[in-house]
């Protein structure tokens, strides 16, 4: 059973930096994928950044290229998002979602499994 876990989450002020991490268990294929995606009330989830472990590619949505950072730690099996200049709009709930291949878009759709999420939130 594959297993995401988020954490790092809380309330930051604008201009300020955190780390999200996600512990993922169960996967076994060599080849993944694990993205970021965000969810403010009211609108659809959208993706922020992809990583596949099989060649390292990585993918950024516009909004926080240049601010936020995906990477891994594949002894930890866990995987990192960066957000540093962070602003009131980053504010959301942070899903961690995996699937067992490379990922072709960064999308909702592309996704198997999710975590449960972890609220940030950045005050103006």
């Known amino acids: 059973e594959v297993q995401l876990v988020e954490s790092g989450g809380g309330l930051v002020q604008a201009g300020g930096s955190l780390r999200l991490s996600c512990a993922a268990s169960?996967?076994?294929?060599?080849?993944?994928?694990i993205g970021w995606f965000r969810q403010d009330p009211g609108k659809e989830r959208e993706g922020v950044s992809c990583f596949s472990s099989s060649d390292g590619r990585t993918h950024y949505a516009d909004s926080v290229k240049g601010r936020f950072t995906i990477s891994s730690d594949n002894a930890k099996n866990t995987v990192f998002l960066q957000m540093n200049s962070l602003e009131p709009e980053d504010t959301a709930v942070y899903y961690c979602a995996a699937v067992g291949h490379p990922f072709s878009s960064c999308l909702v759709e592309s996704m198997d499994y999710w975590g449960k999420g972890t609220l940030v939130t950045v005050s103006s």
């Open positions: 169960g996967l076994t294929d060599d080849e993944y994928s």
